[in-house]
């Protein structure tokens, strides 16, 4: 088995156009035989912030760098952005997108993209929502629970 960990992220957001919304993220980590799980929430996110936060909170609690990271995720703005380059033409305009808007989450972008190239090697992988992938369904949980604790 090759050696390297295997993150599953999701972010999930109730009322994703209101004030004062609620937005989970979760993830899930493996690395051989260890397993962790982690999950929180926000007021008055959306839920592609917290598809960001999930990513950027799982590579924070990673303690190595140099082993190789497969990330799997079912948000296709997290998965396109690294593997079509768009934060690089981001940066190249002055964080201008392509429709000559200012990016959104600009602030989350930002600390995912230096994270992100503080490890030797991160593949992200792009699966589909709400089909039966069980680590993806976990990741999904923990989003809710994540949610579900901003409430209490």
């Known amino acids: 088995?090759?050696?390297?960990?295997?993150?599953?992220?999701?972010?999930?957001?109730?009322?994703?156009?209101?004030?004062?919304?609620?937005?989970?993220?979760?993830?899930?980590?493996?690395?051989?035989?260890?397993?962790?799980?982690?999950?929180?929430?926000?007021?008055?996110?959306?839920?592609?912030?917290?598809?960001?936060?999930?990513?950027?909170?799982?590579?924070?609690?990673?303690?190595?760098?140099?082993?190789?990271?497969?990330?799997?995720?079912?948000s296709a703005y997290l998965c396109n952005c690294f593997n079509q380059k768009w934060y690089v033409k981001w940066q190249k305009n002055g964080w201008i997108n392509s429709k000559k808007e200012p990016v959104e989450n600009k602030d989350l972008w930002s600390e995912l993209i230096d994270l992100v190239n503080s490890f030797n090697s991160i593949n992200f992988i792009k699966v589909k929502g709400h089909s039966g992938i069980e680590l993806n369904e976990l990741a999904d949980a923990l989003a809710n629970k994540g949610m579900a604790e901003v409430k209490k």
């Open 1 to 74: 088995m090759e050696d390297k960990i295997i993150i599953y992220t999701d972010g999930a957001c109730s009322g994703n156009q209101h004030d004062e919304n609620i937005g989970g993220y979760g993830a899930v980590l493996i690395y051989k035989d260890n397993r962790k799980e982690i999950c929180g929430g926000e007021i008055n996110t959306t839920n592609n912030r917290m598809e960001l936060k999930a990513c950027i909170m799982a590579l924070q609690a990673l303690k190595k760098k140099s082993i190789p990271i497969e990330i799997h995720t079912d």
